[in-house]
């Protein structure tokens, strides 16, 4: 009984004053969940499990959970573009993935979220690739994320599930006939898509004087600064972005993030791709 | 045009249109079940506490239909007027993902079809939860459809989730509530049918019920049956639901327990 009796203690204090609580494991060399500073979660990916859709993934970075499905339509090309398919990457964060969120029309993070995603996404698939008739009939990728478990650093997992969907994605092959308007598809047949770059992302917070490593949802609102560093397969830098103020001293805290995350980056490639 | 999502073409995009060539083993029912018989239902993964924000939560999966449910609350109620011994609220919600279903639904409209499940899973649960002893709160079901194989096998689906959910969530219940689906294909009683047979049958209906107490708490019938064959497939439902679905939720409620 003495240990429930701790454990409910320990969690009282957390909830009461999360920063001390977290201090405390700070000093200590420790996160709360185990971890040290630099460490990361596990990740698992999963593909293919949604057969309604073309492409999908289900991505779990410890316990935040990201289901991501490809769906592939027809659309005419914009006039000014006529050479140009569309990738229509968007993230959900419905209310039943943490108190945090409510239901109704996406929130404000959700739009940030989103609209990180799809500047880092116009790197993989060439929009060129996309196109059946040019001018006429283009493929619309619509990639459609939804969080299922909320627990810290969602952009990573939402990137590397967006990733993996598109990966997943097969199309149907048209057909196209000459003195036919119409473009049918291949019931038999599929094509993968064009991917040019396979984009990861690895995120950081700074809590006090501390470099965190994939904070969780507890973390997250007790970080001073967080820094996300997107790479590619050649380990060259896709994204950066910092939001929040560097380490005090001489310390450039944005190159010891993309000098960490370039390790990571080989070790993951490894273990999921 | 909606500002808040990243949009697609200005013009509306449809779906592929394939090839009209001899399409083999386009599935009737005069094929029949082969991987089961008429009276037996998908196998049902049930997990729950997958969901570790939410105060309980549940994860089902039966062949294609997955379903995630996770439950907030009970957390005090807004805006409610005060009263001394007034019950709590229990709101649920259904969020299908837009790759549910074979076509992509339109983002931002809520489809009507989503609201019609929520108020049925909603019937089916309310009267298993002992919402007097909450005065003053609310309750907040969530559910969301990952992939939808047959509409009411799905309500079945999610309100079995729900209950598990909300017992997960610790909330005082008179009984855990099951539910099953079942159509009447060519005069004959189908239990859990897919997509392709609910196209197919008459009618179908979905029944809840509480083993514990032997009592229905919901039944929904869509398309046309006579009484007879209703109450044919109610009892069929409700024997199925007794005997094997309620043991599963048990168990799986049992062994989260026991780690």
């Known amino acids: 009984m003495a240990s429930d009796d701790d454990a409910l203690k320990a969690a ?6 999360p920063r001390t609580y977290l201090d405390r494991f700070v000093a200590e060399k420790y996160r709360p969940d185990g971890r040290q500073f630099d460490g990361w979660r596990d990740v698992s990916v999963n593909v293919g499990s949604i057969s309604t859709a073309d492409g999908s993934a289900l991505v779990r970075l410890g316990e935040t959970t990201i289901v991501c499905g490809v769906k592939a339509e027809f659309a005419e090309p914009e006039l000014d573009a ?21 239901p109704g029309p996406p929130s404000d993070e959700a739009q940030v979220l989103s609209d990180r995603l799809n500047e880092v996404l116009s790197t993989t698939i060439p929009l060129s690739s996309l196109v059946i008739k040019p001018g006429k009939l283009v493929w619309v990728l619509y990639v459609d994320a939804t969080c ?5 650093n969602v952009f990573d997992a939402a990137l590397l599930a967006m990733v ?22 291949s019931r038999t047949e599929t094509i993968p898509l064009q991917i040019a770059k396979t984009p990861i992302s690895m995120s950081f917070g700074v809590f006090d004087t501390t470099l965190l490593a994939d904070p969780t949802a507890f973390e997250e609102p007790l970080l001073d600064t967080t820094i996300s560093v997107v790479l590619d397969e050649q380990n060259s830098l896709v994204a950066v972005s910092q939001l929040g103020p560097g380490l005090p001293g001489d310390e450039d805290v944005l190159s010891t993030c993309i000098s960490a995350a370039k390790q990571r980056r080989v070790s993951l490639e490894k273990q999921i791709l | ?46 997990q729950p506490g997958l969901i570790s924000q939410a105060n309980g939560s549940a994860y089902i999966e039966t062949q294609k239909t997955k379903i995630a449910c996770a439950v907030y ?97 610790g909330i005082e219940l008179f009984g855990l509530v099951v ?42 019938q869509t398309g046309q049956m006579p009484a007879l064959d209703v109450l044919r497939c109610m009892e069929a439902c409700q024997q199925k639901a007794t005997a094997e679905i309620h043991s599963i939720v048990a168990q799986a409620l049992l062994e989260n327990a026991k780690i």
């Not at chain 2, 005060?82 to 076509?103: D, F, K, R, W």
């Open chain 2, 73 to 169: 609350g009970p957390r005090q109620s807004k805006n409610t007027a005060y009263s001394e011994t007034g019950p709590a609220q229990c709101g649920s919600q259904v969020h299908p993902i837009l790759m549910s279903t074979p076509t992509r639904a339109s983002a931002s409209l809520q489809d009507a079809e989503d609201r019609s499940v929520a108020v049925a899973i909603h019937q089916a649960l309310v009267s298993s939860v002992r919402l007097e002893l909450l005065p003053k709160s609310t309750i907040d079901v969530f559910i969301t459809i990952i992939e939808c194989d047959g509409l009411e096998s799905c309500v079945a689906a999610g309100s079995i989730a729900a209950s598990t959910a909300l017992a997960d969530a």
């Open chain 1, 82 to 102: 006529p050479d140009a398919g569309f990738l229509v990457p968007n993230v959900d964060l419905p209310a039943l993935c943490s108190p945090k969120f409510k």
């Open chain 1, 164 to 185: 993996a969907a598109l990966r997943n994605t097969k199309l149907p092959k048209p057909i196209i006939r000459e003195n036919d308007e119409h473009v049918v598809c």
């Open chain 1, 12 to 17: 009282v204090f957390q909830r009461l004053h």
């Open chain 2, 179 to 220: 539910s099953c689906a079942a159509s009447l294909v060519e005069n004959q009683v189908w239990l859990d049918p897919t997509e392709d047979e609910e196209r197919v049958s008459a009618g179908t209906i979905v029944l809840s019920c509480l083993p514990a107490l032997n009592k229905i708490t919901n039944v929904w």
């Open chain 2, 1 to 46: 045009m909606d500002r808040r999502r990243i949009n697609g073409p200005t013009e509306d995009s449809f779906g592929p249109v394939f090839e009209a060539d001899e399409v083999e083993g386009i599935w009737t029912p005069a094929d029949g079940r082969k991987d089961r018989g008429l009276l037996d239902i998908r196998p049902i993964f049930l």
């Open chain 1, 148 to 152: 299922i478990n909320y627990d810290g």
